[in-house]
C-alpha cells in the first residue's frame, strides 16, 4: 500500500504538525498557494513532490510550476490543479480515477461517479472558521481511499 500525502494553500506556512502529518509519506502533492519557495524544498526532502502553481504564487520560481499535472501511482491516476472551477478536461474520460485540488480551503472528499475528488484544505494561516488540514490516499493496487486531518492550532 502506499500513502500519498495531500496539502494546500500552505501561504508560506508550512506547519509543524502538518509536515509531521506528511512525514513517510511515498509520495507528497501540493495543490497550489505555496507562496514561498522554501515549503517545496523541505516538502522534497521528505518524499518525491508534485506541485501545481496557485493562483497567489507568483515570481520566478512559481512560473516554473505548471497549473497542472498528472501522476500515477500504479493503476491509479490522478490530476491535481489549483482551482477546480479551471478543470478543463472529463477527468472520466481522461482516465482519472482520482482529482486533487486546493483553493477553496474547504477539505473534502467526494466521490462523483467513479472518480474521487480531494481537496486538502489549507495546511497555512487559518481562513475565516475553515480548519487547518491536510489529507492522505491510501492506494492500493487499482483501489484508493482519501482521509482528512484536522490539526489543532
Not at 82 to 104: E, K
Not at 107 to 131: D, I, T
Request: proline share 6%; net charge negative.
Amino acid at each position: 500500500m502506499l500513502r500519498i500525502g495531500l496539502i494546500s494553500d500552505t501561504h508560506g506556512l508550512l506547519r509543524p504538525q502538518a509536515e509531521a502529518f506528511l512525514r513517510g509519506s511515498d509520495h507528497i502533492v501540493h495543490a497550489g498557494d505555496i507562496c514561498d519557495v522554501l515549503v517545496l524544498d523541505r516538502l522534497a526532502a521528505l518524499a518525491p513532490l508534485t506541485v501545481v502553481r496557485g493562483n497567489n504564487d507568483h515570481g520566478a520560481w512559481a512560473e516554473r510550476l505548471p497549473l497542472s499535472a498528472r501522476v500515477s501511482w500504479g493503476a491509479v491516476h490522478c490530476l491535481v490543479i489549483h482551482d477546480l472551477a479551471q478543470l478543463d478536461v472529463d477527468p472520466l474520460v481522461a482516465g482519472i480515477q482520482v482529482v486533487v485540488s486546493g483553493h477553496s480551503h474547504r477539505p473534502l472528499v467526494q466521490h462523483r461517479g467513479p472518480v474521487l475528488y480531494v481537496n486538502p484544505g489549507s495546511a497555512g494561516p487559518r481562513r475565516f472558521k475553515l480548519p487547518v488540514s491536510a489529507a492522505e490516499l491510501l492506494v492500493h493496487n487499482d483501489t484508493v481511499e482519501a482521509r482528512i486531518t484536522e490539526f489543532a492550532v
